[in-house]
């Protein structure tokens, strides 16, 4: 079974900080890495994805990848409340995504 | 301009119904699935589709059937339904599967209760 770990939180920062979501999987094949956020009893919206060691930044968002690592992560700067919501990890297997359990995120004003 | 809908919304039935939830999308994608999200949140990959053609059919109830009529629309029926299969059901689709990318748009979800 591969699997994509994620702390399920609540992870609480305050408003105007750097909130770090952490995400590790099993598959060492594994090609593209993607984030999406969810509010509560909404769908899941894509925020951003990495294929490339590295970093990759859009606006306060910066994804992170290590692929030896197996670890991929989300830097949301400037933290925002309407930033508050579940993070989703997902890694692509064949032609599905993986999904971790997602993480929880307050923003607290 | 909804990309990925779905209906209904909100479907309340009995244990031992018979239900369809429905998924159209219009951004020109060839491949849709359909996932479920159970209480605790956790979305799993149930189906998908490209061009019509199923390509992922995971480890679920043979009571659960997709249909896929076209590409721009993929449809899931239930029979017999039980109370283990209360969940947010969600469509998604993508243009393509191959490659590195595989960005997945998702539809508003149908949360589905059996009593």
């Known amino acids: 079974q591969k699997e994509v770990e994620q702390n399920s939180g609540p992870l609480s920062v305050p408003e105007g900080a750097i909130a770090s979501l952490n995400c590790t999987y099993s598959?060492?094949?594994?090609?593209?890495f993607f984030w999406y956020r969810q509010y509560s009893g909404k769908s899941p919206e894509l925020i951003m994805f990495i294929y490339s060691n590295g970093d990759k930044e859009d606006g306060r968002f910066t994804a992170q990848l290590n692929k030896a690592s197996q670890y991929v992560s989300l830097l949301i700067r400037d933290s925002q409340p309407s930033d508050s919501a579940t993070y989703l990890c997902a890694v692509k297997a064949g032609y599905a995504l993986n999904f971790g359990k997602g993480t929880s995120l307050l923003v607290t004003p | 301009d909804t990309a990925v809908s779905q209906t209904p919304k909100y479907l309340v039935t009995q244990m031992g119904n018979d239900k369809s939830i429905k998924c159209e999308q219009n951004l020109g994608h060839d491949t849709m699935y359909w996932y479920k999200q159970d209480s605790k949140k956790f979305l799993k990959i149930m189906f998908s589709?490209?061009?019509?053609?199923?390509?992922i059919n995971e480890t679920v109830p043979n009571r659960f059937s997709p249909k896929s009529p076209d590409k721009a629309h993929l449809n899931l029926h239930i029979n017999s339904l039980e109370l283990g299969d209360s969940a947010v059901y969600f469509c998604?689709?993508?243009?393509?599967?191959?490659?590195?990318?595989?960005?997945?748009?998702f539809g508003p979800g149908t949360r589905l209760t059996v009593l």
């Open positions: 998604a689709s993508s243009q393509s599967s191959g490659g590195a990318g595989n960005e997945q748009f």
């Open positions: 589709y490209n061009n019509k053609e199923l390509i």
């Open positions: 598959d060492r094949g594994s090609q593209s």
